[in-house]
């Protein structure tokens, strides 16, 4: 099922998505919850980011012609770092260009969404301790990444973690691992077009990997990497992340106040 963060009149819940409805449920998706059978037209309600994660944990260089386009070598281990809270939006948010930055590009991504509290995950529990997907953009100022041996700023300020339009529930790493389309379009123009059976690492090595380090939360999102094709945002553009059997993630880029 497709299940979103939604707010309408002042109240946020969450709801179910069938067609061009939202199911209203009680309680959240963390744990059993019913419907509660009132149904409110989508175009009727503001979709919130999915989940407010306490932490994002991403993933970089994890598609081979990604990591080339850059000049980067695919690495060994996985390169992880983290995007603050206070870097997620949601669908039709604006994303506020930094003032600090020259050159800010897009990254579609797979983004996996942490069901239950975890850690040290073996391999065959992995499919376990996800919720769902959803789509991402891992906005990145590129020149500052290239400047700066840290990531922090390059990736993690404001606005910077687009996620959305909702989780689906009914996806797992086999179907990940069988190769979901990952589509990035810049004002209707395809940038980006690749394929989840593409990454280096599935998902569920992922899990493993960051797992041995930390606990994960229920709501935490692991950014998976993003196909070859990454390129500018200038301001006034609309960017799309669209993923085969998800849904489409659309924000317009805007100048920093």
Known sequence: MRIARFSIDGNVGFGVVEGDELDVIKGHPFAEFERSGQKVPLDKVRLLPPVLPNKVVAIGRNYAEHAAELGNAVPDVPVTFFKPSTSVIGPGDPI???????????????????????????R????????????????????????????????????????????????????????????CTVNGEQRQLGRTSDMVRPVEDLIVHITEAMTLLPGDVILTGTPAGVGPLNVGDEVAVTIEGIGTLTNKVIKRG
């Not at 400047?147 to 390059?154: D, G, I, N, P, S």
């Open 96 to 122: 506020a260009y930094p003032s600090f930055s020259q050159e800010v590009h897009h990254e579609a991504e797979l983004a996996v969404v942490i069901g239950r509290m975890c850690r040290e995950v073996p």
């Open 124 to 183: 065959e529990r992995a499919k376990d301790v996800i919720l769902g997907y959803t789509c991402a953009n891992d906005v990145t100022a590129r020149d500052v990444q290239q400047r700066e041996k840290q990531w922090a700023r390059a990736k993690g300020f404001d606005s910077s973690c687009p996620l959305g339009p909702w989780v689906e529930t009914g996806l797992d790493p086999a179907d990940i691992a069988a190769g979901l389309a990952i589509q």
